[in-house]
């Protein structure tokens, strides 16, 4: 097996599914036409079993799975899961990223972010958002990142909730960084400032 092939089984298995477009920009983006690369290599592993695909999603790309599948290949949490891998692809553009770790256990919370990761010299908490949240569910959330920073275990990461907005949500209510976008597109102007800033002897980045 090629290593571009192992590749692609790793993405897999570290992001639970994929579609071909973000197959295509994670694994083929030198080539000419990363989408037919893409298919080419997709179609062969699919052929030879290792991985699955799920067809039936009228008018949208196959999401494709390893082979067996980490999760149902019509679970609900799969328009999640894309959007978790599409946060990654996306910030990649911008910045290396040292660390991307979906859903892990933190210890002393009583959260489990939808990722922690290393990105622009800074600690992220990442929440994706496919559904605008209540008020009271999104309240809920926010409670438990407060109960964690008033115990003292907060370590200055910042919160970035990404996707749909909630537009009663104060950010100023919290003694953490913290802000929502609708994608992370939204923070080049920051990003590009920070680098700036950086680039002069500069440290940390500035939400907002």
């Not at 690369?37 to 999401?63: G, M, P």
Request: proline share 4%.
């Amino acid at each position: 097996m090629k290593k571009r092939d192992l590749d692609i089984l790793n993405s897999l298995e570290k992001f639970k599914c994929l579609t071909r477009d973000q197959i295509a920009a994670l694994h083929f983006s030198k080539n000419a036409y990363p989408h037919i690369a893409a298919n080419n290599v997709l179609k062969r592993l699919r052929r030879d079993e290792y991985i699955t695909a799920n067809t039936d999603r009228s008018f949208q790309q196959y999401i494709y799975f390893l082979n067996p599948p980490q999760i149902k290949t019509d679970s609900q949490k799969i328009d999640h899961f894309l959007m978790i891998a599409q946060g990654y692809i996306d910030m990649m553009k911008f910045s290396p990223l040292n660390r991307y770790e979906i859903e892990p256990k933190i210890d002393y919370a009583t959260f489990i972010p939808d990722v922690y990761c290393r990105w622009l010299d800074n600690d992220w908490f990442l929440e994706f958002q496919n559904s605008v949240y209540t008020v009271k569910q999104l309240y809920a959330k926010l409670d438990k990142y407060l109960d964690y920073y008033k115990k003292g275990y907060w370590e200055n990461e910042r919160v970035l909730i990404i996707g749909k907005v909630n537009m009663k949500f104060n950010p100023e209510d919290y003694p953490f960084k913290i802000k929502q976008i609708k994608s992370i597109n939204e923070l080049e102007d920051t990003i590009n400032r920070f680098k700036g800033i950086k680039s002069s002897g500069g440290l940390k980045m500035k939400l907002g």
